[in-house]
Every structure is written in C-alpha cells, then in structure tokens.
Nanobody, 119 residues
Framework: QVQLVESGGALVQAGGSLRLSCAAS????????MGWYRQAPGKQRELVAR???????NYADSVKGRFTISRDNAKNTVYLQMNSLKPEDTAVYYC?????????????WGQGTQVTVSS
C-alpha cells in the first residue's frame, strides 16, 4: 500500500557528510510519522531520527547535533542530512513510515541504503 525507496548511501571518510532521501508512493496521505533507522552487522535495528505529521522531531543521542531529519511534502520525500560522520555511523539505513489504525499500528519499510564511514 505504501512504498518507500531510499537513496543516497555511499562510502565516505570520517568527518564527511551525506544526505539520504526516502521517496514515498502509494497510499501516503494517512501516514502518522516517518523515521530513519539503522542496523549494523550483528546489532539490533535502532531509531536514528523521527518526524511526526505535526512536524515534531526526535533523535538518538548519538546523532544529536550532527543529523537533521526534514520533509518535503510537495515531493513526498523525507531526508536525513548527516554531518560530521563517524565510523560508528556505518550501517544500513532504513526509511520507516507508520500509520496508526483503530487497533493496529502499520509499519512500512524501505529496502535500505548502505552508509559506510571510513577512518
């Protein structure tokens, strides 16, 4: 029903910057929030940044001051601007969208995009 496609992942050196994009299509008009998650090999997936339909944001402590999540409603796209990248930021980054129903919370996920930060 909702399709999410991430792009922008790359190999960068420590201290560099990247901007990830997530384009949403399908039934996108009733999404309550969107966010970026990441998963490193052998570790659990963790929330990086989140933005609600009202525009409020929150971030993982490890990325505060370095990453910024934003939306372009006209393009149905969310972005993650990543600055001052560190090797520990290396992970597959996934775009997530949620829709809260009467009983069930529906989760939609993109395919992921690889971010690798070299030291």
């Amino acid at each position: 029903q909702v399709q999410l496609v991430e792009s922008g992942g790359a190999l960068v050196q420590a201290g560099g910057s990247l901007r990830l994009s997530c384009a949403a299509s399908g039934s996108i008009f009733n999404i309550n929030a969107m966010g970026w998650y990441r998963q490193a090999p052998g570790k659990q997936r963790e929330l990086v940044a989140r933005i609600t339909s009202g525009g409020s944001t929150n971030y993982a402590d490890s990325v505060k001051g370095r990453f910024t999540i934003s939306r372009d409603n006209a393009k149905n796209t969310v972005y993650l601007q990543m600055n001052s990248l560190k090797p520990e930021d290396t992970a597959v980054y996934y775009c997530n969208a949620v829709r809260v129903g009467v009983v069930t919370v529906y989760d939609y996920w993109g395919q992921g995009t690889q971010v690798t930060v070299s030291s």
